[in-house]
């Protein structure tokens, strides 16, 4: 049922992710696989062609999934729409907001007024923060094989992180501001983010692979949020 109501979405995010393939793996292959085969060969011998070559497709695979997820994104909006409606019409316990999408840009879109030089400041720092986190991480993926599971595993609750925002800006953009929503579940979130990360491990699958992942997400929080309102019509006619 869902792969049929989706089907739209899946495909272009199929295509996104066949995009990002060709062009990480065009860059990949003439810049970095040279010294990824050498250093591999050097520590296995002929075996390390082997894993060279393992390796590079599933470093090429996770920066592929990562950029089409982050590109994806946008189609978040969308699918929650339709899956409000389906559930909607089997619960009426479900409440839609027709203007909950627009509500949540606008109050994401919305920043205070900084002074300069503390925004410059803050910048840097974070702008620093992030450089080495992230060099971190590439170095951490070019160790075989084992360096891109670690790195799929720290990565954790960004992935869970990433597929929960838009959909939870739906729902609720004034928690969303502050991080409550996100973070009163964040062992559930992390969780979901590692399963994310192992299905998006598989090649050429994990364009599909991202598709459901939004889907899932967005049946979750609706899931949730049918409990809560039952819950809560339980609590009040006590």
Request: proline share 5%.
């Amino acid at each position: 049922m869902w792969t049929n109501l989706f089907w739209r979405e899946m495909t272009l995010i199929f295509l996104t992710y066949l995009s990002k393939l060709i062009l990480v793996s065009i860059v990949y292959y003439l810049l970095l696989f040279p010294f990824v085969l050498g250093i591999n060969t050097v520590m296995w011998g002929p075996l390390g062609i082997t894993v060279a070559v393992v390796h590079s497709i599933l470093q090429v695979n996770m920066y592929a999934s990562t950029l089409t997820r982050l590109h994806s994104a946008k189609y978040a909006p969308l699918v929650m729409e339709r899956l409000t409606s389906v559930k909607t019409q089997s619960n009426p316990a479900v409440v839609v907001h027709p203007n909950s999408v627009s509500t949540a840009q606008q109050t994401i879109s919305v920043k205070p007024k900084r002074h300069l030089a503390k925004a410059a400041f803050s910048f840097m720092v974070k702008l620093g923060f992030k450089m080495t986190y992230f060099t971190s991480l590439f170095f951490l993926s070019l160790v075989p094989i084992v360096g891109i599971l670690l790195v799929r595993i720290s990565r954790s609750g960004t992935i869970g992180y990433l597929y929960s925002v838009p959909f939870l800006a739906a729902q609720r953009p004034r928690p969303l501001k502050k991080g409550e929503t996100f973070y009163q579940d964040l062992g559930k979130n992390i969780a979901f983010g590692v399963v994310s990360g192992i299905l998006e491990l598989l090649p050429v699958l994990s364009g599909l692979c991202i598709a459901t992942n939004y889907v899932g997400r967005g049946l979750w929080i609706l899931d949730e949020r049918v409990f809560n309102s039952i819950h809560e019509f339980h609590r009040r006619s006590l």
